[in-house]
């Protein structure tokens, strides 16, 4: 026991040394021109590019709006609700009852544990300076936030207008994408895989799988990746080929659903899988889940815009249209299916139409997105439908939901994109540009090879070298995770 708590004691001093040390490195509000954040930022400067100075040879930061300050720190804390919050919910509705603690618990971790490793160095590998120039990783020039100002914009990340918020503030609304994400992939190990080596998995998959990603799609640099790089294109590889991903249907949806996948084929299924009801014990939290997610979801794809702009709109409207379309084509799908209307379908229905309009959204009319809610629910009706007739355990439908409809998306941004909606976009092929659909795919199948390929090596080594493996017992599993794991019970009724 005593060992126990010395290496529990060490972590905390450890991170609260470099917490310490990160404090004391990072300036406080007058920037120099030598100073090693200056490159990455916004200050004033002449017609010739050299900074403009104050009396004291202080550099002038760029204006920043606070009416944009305030709209994408409103839609970090929306994005941040649907993990804790919606998506645990929905998860832990969707599960056993023995189980739905341990949904809930490894939820609620994720948001805590991807964070840390957000700041210490996720964020500067994904959003970072290139790392040589080839749109493949950040370096770690940002780790610790170090470079990374909370007063003065990024030169690279902002709006449509310019960058008009604080670097810091990009960063944390970032965060709440990275979040989000390893929490999708619950679904998939829910109910069988143990806690500790789920801990593990998370930060080594948001590391190895996540920041690849984000960093190949989203990352911009400076001119010439911040002078380092000349005739750097300025994005990651993707970015620089042409694939558009508005907020996340590659990074984001793709590699969990498939990472997903990848998992629960690797576990294998649950004691009693086909044989025993395995049905969601709490329908009422399914659906609240999923208004929280829909709720959450407008800072999710709004807030992509970087700025309260007009593309925050048309993508705000976006979202709402292809979900409650989607909505209605699932219920529609299964009562005919079936025979009656389900409310799980309907529910289901929602998070696939907001998983298929999020690469989508920045760039798509109202009308498209009607027609994004009807694809989005009949390739996800259909992929759930083939996983359970191959018995795929992907216990709550992860790969179904979210890397289909993720994939639905992507393809579908190549077909209907508008370059009016955001100018750093272009048109898709139903607009004349046959060449974005090609691009669009590009991006989408390398992020899902990429999330495959890391995943299953995790996978593989850490089943290799947990003591025990990664999966529970089945005594445990018979028993449920909630005991076995944390010791707790959803429901105490004595």
Same mark, same amino acid.
């Given at each position: ?23 004391? !490195? ?11 954040? #200056?490159?990455?930022?916004?200050? #004033? ?5 050299? /900074?403009? !100075? ?11 709006? *606070?009416? %944009? ?10 994005? &941040? @609700?649907?993990?804790?919050?919606? !998506? ?12 739905? +603690? ?31 120039? /080839? ?5 770690? %020039?940002? #780790? ?35 979040? @989000? ?6 679904? *998939? ?5 143990? /806690? ?7 930060? !080594? ?46 990074? @984001? ?11 629960? &084929? ?21 659906? &609240? ?44 799908? *299964? ?35 009607? +027609? ?20 795929? %355990? ?75 493996? @990664? ?24």
């Amino acid at each position: 026991m005593f060992r126990k708590n010395l290496t529990i004691f060490m972590l905390v001093g450890i991170l609260t040394t470099i917490t310490a040390t990160s404090a004391f !490195l990072m300036n406080a509000s007058a920037y120099k021109p030598d100073d090693p954040a #200056a490159k990455y930022h916004c200050f #004033a400067t002449d017609a010739n590019g050299n /900074y403009n !100075l104050t009396a004291e040879g202080d550099l002038i930061p760029c204006r920043i709006d *606070s009416g %944009d300050n305030a709209w994408m720190l409103t839609a970090s804390a929306l994005v &941040l @609700i649907m993990t804790p919050g919606g !998506l645990a919910i929905f998860y832990a509705g969707l599960s056993r009852q023995k189980n739905a +603690v341990n949904t809930l618990h490894m939820v609620l971790m994720t948001t805590g544990i991807v964070a840390v490793q957000w700041v210490l160095w996720g964020y500067s590998l994904a959003f970072g300076p290139d790392a040589g120039g /080839y749109g493949f990783i950040g370096t770690l %020039d940002w #780790a610790g936030l170090e470079n990374v100002l909370h007063d003065v914009p990024s030169v690279a990340y902002g709006g449509i207008t310019g960058t008009t918020i604080p670097h810091q503030t990009y960063m944390v609304f970032q965060m709440m994408f990275a979040i @989000i994400t390893p929490a999708l992939i619950v679904a *998939s190990v829910a109910e069988r895989m143990k /806690y500790s080596a789920f801990i593990i998995f998370v930060v !080594l998959w948001a590391t190895f799988v996540y920041d690849f990603t984000a960093h190949w799609t989203w990352s911009i640099s400076g001119a010439d990746n911040y002078g380092m790089n000349p005739g750097y294109c300025g994005f990651g590889w993707t970015g620089c080929f042409g694939s558009l991903d508005f907020a996340g249907g590659t990074v @984001i949806h793709i590699t969990s659903g498939f990472s997903g996948l990848v998992i629960a &084929l690797m576990l294998g299924r649950r004691i009693g899988y086909g044989k025993v009801p395995m049905e969601p014990h709490n329908i009422s939290l399914v659906v &609240l889940g999923a208004a929280l997610l829909w709720f959450g979801w407008f800072g999710f794809n709004a807030g992509s815009a970087g700025a309260a702009a007009t593309n925050a709109t048309s993508a705000f409207v976006a979202t709402q249209a292809a979900t409650a379309m989607a909505v209605v084509t699932w219920a529609l799908l *299964s009562w005919a299916h079936t025979g009656r209307a389900s409310t799980v379908g309907a529910a289901s229905g929602a998070v696939a139409g907001l998983v298929a309009i999020t690469p989508a959204s920045g760039f798509v009319s109202p009308m498209s997105a009607l +027609v994004i809610g009807i694809i989005a629910s009949v390739a996800c009706y259909a992929a759930v439908m083939f996983k359970n007739s191959r018995k795929w %355990d992907d216990a709550l439908d992860t790969w179904g939901v979210h890397g289909i409809g993720g994939l639905a998306g992507a393809l579908c941004t190549g077909l209907f994109a508008e370059k009016r909606f955001t100018p750093w976009g272009d048109d898709g092929l139903v607009f004349g540009n046959p060449a974005q659909l090609l691009e669009n795919a590009v991006g989408a199948f390398a992020a899902m090879a990429w999330a495959v390929g890391i995943t299953a090596i995790i996978i593989k080594v850490m089943d290799k070298v947990w003591p025990g493996g @990664i999966r529970v017992t089945p005594k445990e599993e018979e028993i449920g995770l909630d005991l076995t794991q944390h010791g707790e019970r959803a429901y105490v009724s004595e």
